[in-house]
């Protein structure tokens, strides 16, 4: 089904139809979408982004961060489906941290259970950033995947060093994208 503006939908995956030349900002593009998405989903908690922003633990008060969230994301993994379409896939992965405190004991599933919820069945994908071809129109929406295995995985890690006062756990999710070549 088409809407116009180079942009088909076909049953149950997005599907957009790039040039070769723009092609090469996907990567940007899907990242950039990512950190706006979960970055207004993220609830009080500040949200760091691993390579992308300096982990500043302090607030502007000069009090510390106990508890916060890093955003990963690995891919996209690109997979050449046919000579002119091609499949992205991406894994996020939240992991959050918070001090041990008894005062807080449920900090870490409150976090967990904020960030579970942002891992909806679809992230939209805009042309964002600073770059003449950022025009900021909707590409489509990243896919969240959902085969034999969960969809949106948690897992606690606890306290991984007894040296430090710190609970870990993570949110992982898998999405994916089509992309037709013109």
């Known amino acids: ?10 049953p149950g995956l997005p599907f957009v139809a790039l040039s070769n030349a723009e092609k ?3 990567p940007r593009w899907i ?3 990512c950190r706006s998405f979960f970055t207004q989903r993220r609830g009080a908690w500040p949200m760091f982004f691993m ?3 300096q982990k500043d633990l302090q607030k502007n008060t000069g009090q510390a961060i106990l508890s916060y969230f890093e955003f990963r994301l690995d891919g996209p993994y690109i997979q050449q489906l046919t000579s002119n379409e091609d499949r992205y896939t991406i894994e996020i992965n939240v992991l959050c941290i ?3 405190d008894a005062k807080y004991s449920d900090e870490i599933e409150k976090m967990l259970g904020q960030m ?3 891992f909806e069945p679809v992230i939209p994908l805009f042309r964002f950033g600073d770059q003449l071809q950022d025009t900021r129109a909707k590409l489509g929406c990243l896919t969240l995947m959902q085969d034999k295995r969960e969809a949106v995985i948690i897992s606690r890690f606890g306290q991984a060093n007894p040296a430090t006062e710190v609970i870990q756990a993570s949110i992982e999710g898998h999405y994916e994208f089509r992309l037709c070549k013109i």
Request: net charge neutral.
């Open 1 to 10: 089904m088409s809407f116009g503006g180079g942009l088909t939908f076909l």
């Open 24 to 26: 090469k900002d996907m």
């Open 31 to 33: 990242m950039a979408s």
């Open 51 to 53: 390579h992308l922003t």
């Open 98 to 100: 918070s001090n041990v």
């Open 116 to 118: 579970a919820a942002a």
